[in-house]
């Protein structure tokens, strides 16, 4: 149980278009998912929090309005990119955590690759 | 803010060692630890997730312990194989109503055959 799912696993994009990335919970409700993005060599940096229903919490420094963050049901959260630039190209994880949980665990998704050219 | 340092950033071990990595956090307010393996362009795969009320846990060939009053964490691979090798990422939760997890570095791992 307590499966992520993320899609596309990779994606390749010119500069300036938009790409949307899926994350879902596939056995479980999650009223918090989370979005976090790893450059090479690195760890993960959270960028934003998003619940159910309400507007996501972004992490200092990350852009709102370039990185739209849509959490519509308890198991669906998109993030997308907007105008992405080749400084955007990274590795996008997600996670959720399930509603009610005692342990606080968060589940992780596989990730998407971002390419952008 | 929660700092996560995770030592050594690189360990290369002679398959059949046993080897321990370490995590140290800087504030101790957590609800729980978790550590985690990453193979190259993969997600993250959870290992073991302790609790702030305990002090270690086991699975298999791992064992991970918390000292939550000295902000340490230690995950022990007994008798490693070349497939253990992987980076390994520890990440503390917060207690905080923000409930964050914060990750270490990584420690990427190399068992030779």
């Known amino acids: 149980g307590a499966v992520v799912s993320q899609h596309p696993s990779w994606v390749i994009c010119k500069s300036g278009t938009s790409v949307k990335i899926e994350c879902r919970s596939l056995?479980?409700?999650?009223?918090?998912m989370f979005w976090y993005r790893q450059f090479p060599k690195q760890s993960l940096m959270l960028m934003a929090t998003?619940?159910?229903?309400?507007?996501?919490?972004?992490e200092q420094g990350v852009e709102k309005d370039k990185f739209l963050i849509n959490h519509a049901s308890l198991t669906l959260s998109t993030l997308t990119v907007t105008s992405a630039h080749p400084e955007d190209s990274s590795f996008y994880i997600c996670?959720?955590?399930?509603?009610?949980?005692?342990?606080?665990?968060?589940?992780f998704g596989p990730g998407t690759r971002l390419t952008v050219l | 803010k929660q700092e996560v340092t995770q030592i050594p950033a690189a360990l290369s071990v002679p398959e059949g060692e046993n080897l321990v990595l370490n995590c140290s956090f800087t504030?101790?307010?957590?609800?729980?630890l978790q550590w985690f393996r990453q193979d190259p362009g993969k997600g993250l795969t959870s290992l073991l997730l302790i609790q702030s009320s305990q002090r270690e846990q086991t699975s298999g060939r791992l064992n991970a312990s918390l000292d939550k009053s000295s902000g340490r964490s230690t995950l022990y691979i007994a008798a490693s194989q070349p497939g253990d090798s992987a980076t390994y990422l520890c990440a503390a939760l917060s207690s905080g109503s923000a409930r964050q997890l914060t990750f270490g570095s990584g420690t990427q791992l190399t068992v030779l055959p």
């Open positions: 998003s619940n159910e229903g309400s507007k996501a919490t972004y």
């Open positions: 504030d101790s307010a957590i609800y729980n």
């Open positions: 056995d479980f409700q999650a009223t918090t």
């Open positions: 996670s959720a955590r399930v509603s009610g949980g005692r342990r606080n665990e968060q589940f």
